[in-house]
């Protein structure tokens, strides 16, 4: 079955740790997306990738970080310096880097720092 | 400063009626648009989309209305169904530059049976 995992499905993490969120696809689409929701918001974009070994900022970048080393594979940090981590995290992906191109999500991740 | 904006958090219709879910943008620049469906610990899946070429794109019980000029669009679902209940989110973009949607925050929609 094609599609885009996350995992895991809850993260808890104590405050002043880093975190990793995955996210894997087997669509073999070039460009991957990290969002995050919180609640009364729209879904917010963290990071984009485009192709392998290249990855953008995007609106909400500050105290994240990601890395692009497999087409398949484009994982999240939350680090420490990230204020309010709390929320929901979306990982999707695309065939191309393309607007028009329709973006597949993941089932997310809730990530509850305590 | 919200981009695309979803003023009603809910909404409820009796099945077999119309569902008409509004979406209000304030970027003039944005010309392809998309309407997203989400369940409850899913991730969102594509519904619709139309460019700003056109104002009306149909799909089955779906459809999504644009009014350029009134920067607005609108999906309707006809019949609506109970499976139809979902979080509904609506999300825009211009084409020629970057690849970034900006959504909604999404309507919450109850087909009552």
């Known amino acids: 079955d094609g599609g885009i995992t996350q995992s895991p499905k809850y993260l808890f993490r104590k405050e002043g740790q880093n975190v990793t969120l995955s996210c894997e696809q087997n669509l073999n689409h070039d460009a991957m997306y990290w969002y995050r929701q919180d609640p009364g918001q729209g879904l917010r974009l963290i990071y984009y990738s485009q192709i392998v070994n290249d990855f953008q900022k995007g609106d909400i970048a500050e105290g994240y970080s990601v890395s692009r080393e497999k087409k398949e594979s484009f994982p999240l940090t939350v680090t420490s310096a990230q204020k309010n981590p709390t929320a929901f995290y979306l990982c999707a992906s695309s065939r191309t880097a393309i607007n028009s191109d329709t973006q597949y999500f993941g089932p997310g991740t809730r990530l509850t720092v305590l | 400063d919200q981009q695309v904006k979803q003023n009603s958090p809910s909404l409820s219709v009796q099945e077999g009626r119309i569902s008409i879910l509004n979406c209000d943008y304030t970027n003039s620049m944005f010309d392809y648009f998309l309407w997203y469906k989400k369940y409850p610990a899913e991730g969102p899946t594509f519904l619709i989309s139309?460019?700003?070429?056109?104002d009306k794109n149909e799909d089955g019980r779906f459809t999504v209305f644009l009014n350029k000029s009134a920067k607005h669009l609108s999906l309707h679902i006809v019949p609506s169904q109970p499976g139809d209940s979902a979080v509904y989110f609506c999300?825009?973009?211009?084409?020629?530059?970057?690849?970034?949607?900006?959504f909604g925050t999404g309507t919450s929609l109850t087909v009552i049976p």
């Open positions: 999300a825009a973009t211009t084409l020629k530059t970057g690849n970034q949607f900006y």
């Open positions: 139309i460019s700003s070429i056109k």
